[in-house]
């Protein structure tokens, strides 16, 4: 999750006794740090990273390809990469919660105290994407259920799908893949027209 100033929230979590880090990453400019899963609902891994703004990257949550620490240090070889993907976005995610539990409301409401996302519902709101929970089940995992894509472009649309059904992983309109099921969403698909 990007965050503006991961350290400070870092220093929130820490004081409340809200989780535990497990593990830091920082190079001055930009600074990763993840908790630890017990006791965060939704079984995963949380981690908040965030970059200083400075003359090459003066805006860097805004920014649709900005420099990444985790990424590496050969910016340019990177940002080739996403830029060649530029047609994807990260759309939103879903995590299950543990079995017996039904508080889907309730986990978002302690995602958004624990680390200061905006939180609608069951839904938060995160810089470019949503991540909303389902209620456990029995027999089934805490964890990430599913993952939904933006594609911008008919074409680049249908021929993932067709990739998808070539490689047997297309189920119902879906992709089922390392135990997720992906979502694609078209998006930029037509042009925008104002009802006045």
Known sequence: MQTED???????????????????H?????????????????????????HVPGPKNPTPIQSRFSPWHACGSDIERYMTSMKRTQHLTLE????????????HEAAAREW????????????????????????????QPEGLVSITIGVKGKSEYDAILKRARDAGLSNGGGIDMCGVRWHLALTGHGASQGKL
């Open 92 to 103: 939103g995610c879903v995590l299950r919660l543990q079995p017996g539990d039904l508080g």
């Open 112 to 139: 958004e105290g624990i680390f200061g996302v905006a939180r609608s519902r069951d839904l938060l709101a995160f810089t470019n994407a949503r991540l909303g929970f389902i209620p456990g089940r029995k027999g």
């Open 26 to 50: 920082d190079l001055g400019d930009s600074v990763c740090i993840q908790y630890h899963p017990r006791g965060i609902k939704g079984g995963i891994m949380p981690e908040l990273d965030s």
């Open 6 to 24: 991961a350290k400070k929230r870092r220093e929130h979590i820490e004081a409340k006794g809200l989780s535990r880090v497990i593990f830091e």
